[in-house]
């Protein structure tokens, strides 16, 4: 089944997609919209249900699973049925012409570190001395408590972060700018229904509580965290900005994309780790960076899966909040041309890549990044999630 709406039919973003956002035109308020090929479709102009009239998708995502499959049925048939194009048609907008904003009000944002080939890859520029992987990696998907207020929809700005930052030939730390602010391409997935505190999710009940998942670019001053990151963790090495697509992808849009992890995991993990089936998603990164690919990290590499990240955040009985957002972290396969951040592509700024014909490490003021993903539809073809881009804007 394919989409009446003009341009629809065939491109990435077909009946089989249909990812949530929030939009506004010409300064009017923001409501939530679902996007069709090159057009958004107001929600609220052909539904009276509330949740629609909201800034945010939040009040939608409340509704749970129940909901959002018949809301989800509903908008198909409308977009689908040819029947229905004369009364729907007055409320579709060209993408080109509207504003597009935070989709979600993010309640707690935590981001993760899933990918055995980055991990290693980092292990083994921050710990030489080391083994790469911490004893805990295999046991645990390793995580940090991110800053909720600082996620920003695609299209933002990023401004270069000062800090307090000491290299290892340095005596004493410094503040200013960062000189290796980095990116890290992830994906990042959204809760709609809560949980109650003191009882933990399993992972069998991820699908009751994840709505869907979106782009994400865990901006990092590489120079910051190396320096601040023993023994807590992360902190303003990354709290400046995270940005995510304004395209909120349904899991039921995911459903052909679901795929084994890459391996058997070893040591076998815990009981309440443990997941039946195809746990990974098989879901292409492309990391443009000033209009040329210069990675194409596969998700399907990564060790943890979603739904063992959301149960060991609840492990301890923490309660999950409508808007909660948690990051895979940084996507890397096991090819050099498939790490996600460029900390690896230039190997901690000793390998510099060509690009437009000279050599790069760091993001420089004015670079663009955009991330761009696609995954197999339900219909047989592909389908995208939204991208996410963002400029270095620089530090003030
Ligand atoms: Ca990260």
Request: charge should be negative; hydrophobic fraction near 35%; glycine fraction near 12%.
């Amino acid at each position: 089944m394919t989409s009446w709406v003009e341009g629809a039919a065939g491109s990435p973003f077909d009946l089989d997609n249909l990812p949530y956002g929030v939009f506004s035109r010409g300064g009017d308020a923001p409501r939530v919209g679902v996007r069709i090929g090159d057009h958004v479709l107001d929600l609220a102009g052909v539904s009276d249900d509330g949740w629609w009239r909201a800034p945010s998708l939040n009040a939608f995502l409340a509704q749970g699973r129940g909901q959002w499959d018949a809301s989800r049925a509903r908008i198909t048939d409308l977009l689908g049925d040819e029947a229905h194009r004369e009364r729907t048609e007055p409320h579709l907008h060209p993408l080109a012409g509207v504003d597009l904003h935070l989709p979600i009000e993010v309640a707690d944002y935590v981001d993760f570190y899933a990918s055995e080939h980055h991990a290693s890859n980092v292990g083994r520029m921050f710990r030489p001395d080391q083994e790469p992987l911490l004893p805990n990696w295999k046991h645990l998907p390793v995580g940090y408590h991110g800053r909720a207020g600082t996620v920003v929809v695609s299209g933002t700005d990023v401004v270069r972060p000062s800090g307090q930052r000491k290299a290892p030939t340095e005596d004493t730390p410094t503040f200013g700018p960062s000189r290796r602010l980095d990116i890290e391409a992830e994906l990042g997935f959204v809760v709609g229904t809560p949980s109650t505190l003191g009882e933990p999710v399993p992972t069998g009940a991820f699908a009751d509580h994840v709505f869907g998942v979106v782009g994400l670019n865990d901006w990092s001053a590489r120079d910051v965290q190396a320096w601040e990151y023993v023994p807590l963790g992360p902190f303003l090495g990354k709290s400046f900005a995270t940005s995510i697509s304004a395209w909120v992808t349904p899991l039921a849009a995911l459903d052909a994309a679901w795929t084994d992890l890459p391996g058997q995991q070893d040591p076998p993990v815990l009981d309440y780790l443990r997941v039946d089936g195809p746990a990974g998603l098989d879901i292409e990164v492309e990391v443009v960076l000033d209009g040329e690919v210069v990675a194409r990290p596969p998700y399907r590499t990564m060790y943890w899966s979603p739904a063992q990240m959301l149960a060991h955040t609840t492990a301890n009985g923490a309660s999950l909040r409508t808007g909660d957002l948690y990051g895979s972290g940084t996507i890397s396969g096991p090819e050099k041309d498939q790490r996600g951040s460029l900390l690896e592509l230039s190997w901690g700024g000793q390998e510099p890549f060509t690009l437009a014909g000279r050599e790069r490490t760091f993001l420089e003021d004015g670079d663009e990044v955009v991330l761009r993903y696609s995954a197999p539809g339900t219909g047989g073809g592909r389908i995208a999630l939204g991208e996410v881009t963002g400029r270095v804007a620089p530090a003030r």
